[in-house]
């Protein structure tokens, strides 16, 4: 985000998907505020706004580190919201955005040993009533993982030319020209492998692990960790190990089909087939 577009967001005061809060408040008020908005739309808490729209600056020390502490302590699931500091704000103020996606489940506040549920009602964060948690379950009982928005990604985010073989080779589709990005925006879009969220227009969960750049980027924990045995048991004392990382797909050629650059799943065919273990007998 962009100072540019802080200030905007500011000026636009509080809504269904922004939350004005000093860098002062409870640990616990903060984990209600990011339960409110994953159970909703998502959304974001500026730290070191008063409630009026003026910015009074951050004053908590190390304040990333107590965000990612109370979304894992206070939150259940736990969550892993997209943190950023806009420095100088205003005239040597800076301030913290805090922002979630819509929750792939039902997310709830964790405080003096009692779990509370809550969701964003125009620009307040309330307790659900039991039809409203009923309906809540029931909706992200039918969400899909996969196509899950990913907070600060973008079509930079992703392998064009993993893409274009993708379409071409794959789907046998026409696809829009290089220069042509509302085209391609909108094709990404259609197929799931883009989305929009709210008027940005960011990567899948899918879409980048299977086109991106660098999914580990976004996605810290997509991969293999791959390990060899000298037989068919677990020992501690492995043949070989291996790290896998990158997009899923590999990258073909148009005419031939041959393979220019592996995906992670041509890497780990290629670490069995070079790891097999012998038959012990």
């Known amino acids: 985000m962009t100072k540019t577009e802080l200030l905007e967001l500011i000026r636009n005061g509080e809504n269904s998907g922004v939350e004005f809060k000093r860098d002062t408040l409870q640990n616990f008020d903060l984990a209600k505020e990011l339960v409110a908005f994953s159970n909703s739309n998502g959304g974001c808490v500026l730290l070191g706004i008063d409630d009026d729209g003026s910015i009074a600056g951050l004053t908590r020390g190390n304040i990333e580190e107590w965000v990612m502490t109370t979304c894992r302590t206070k939150i259940r699931p736990e969550i892993i919201p997209f943190f950023e500091i806009i420095k100088d704000a205003d005239a040597g103020k800076d301030v913290a955005v805090v922002s979630v996606d819509v929750g792939w489940t039902v997310h709830?506040?964790?405080?003096?040993?009692?779990?509370?549920?809550?969701?964003?009602?125009?620009?307040?964060?309330?307790?659900?009533?039991?039809?409203?948690?009923?309906?809540?379950?029931?909706?992200?009982?039918?969400?899909?993982?996969?196509?899950?928005?990913?907070?600060?990604?973008?079509?930079?985010?992703?392998?064009?030319?993993?893409?274009?073989?993708?379409?071409q080779r794959v789907r046998k589709q026409d696809i829009p020209h290089?220069?042509?990005?509302?085209?391609?925006?909108?094709?990404?879009?259609?197929?799931?492998?883009?989305?929009?969220?709210?008027?940005?227009?960011v990567c899948t969960v899918a879409g980048l692990l299977l086109f991106?750049?660098?999914?580990?980027?976004?996605?810290?924990?997509?991969?293999?960790?791959?390990?060899?045995?000298?037989?068919?048991?677990?020992?501690?004392?492995?043949?070989?190990?291996?790290?896998?990382?990158?997009?899923?797909?590999?990258?073909?050629?148009?005419?031939?089909?041959?393979l220019i650059e592996p995906g992670v799943i041509e890497q780990a065919v290629y670490f069995v087939s070079v790891t097999q273990a012998s038959p012990p007998f």
């Open 108 to 167: 709830c506040r964790w405080h003096d040993n009692h779990s509370t549920y809550y969701i964003r009602v125009g620009s307040q964060s309330r307790e659900a009533s039991k039809e409203e948690l009923e309906r809540l379950f029931q909706q992200r009982g039918a969400f899909r993982l996969e196509v899950r928005p990913v907070t600060g990604s973008s079509i930079d985010d992703l392998d064009i030319r993993r893409l274009k073989d993708y379409f």
């Open 178 to 201: 290089d220069e042509d990005m509302t085209g391609w925006k909108q094709l990404l879009i259609n197929t799931e492998i883009m989305t929009n969220a709210g008027e940005q227009s």
């Open 212 to 258: 991106g750049k660098n999914p580990n980027r976004f996605i810290p924990q997509a991969g293999i960790d791959a390990v060899a045995y000298p037989g068919y048991a677990k020992e501690y004392a492995s043949k070989e190990r291996a790290t896998i990382r990158g997009p899923l797909v590999g990258l073909f050629t148009d005419k031939d089909n041959q």
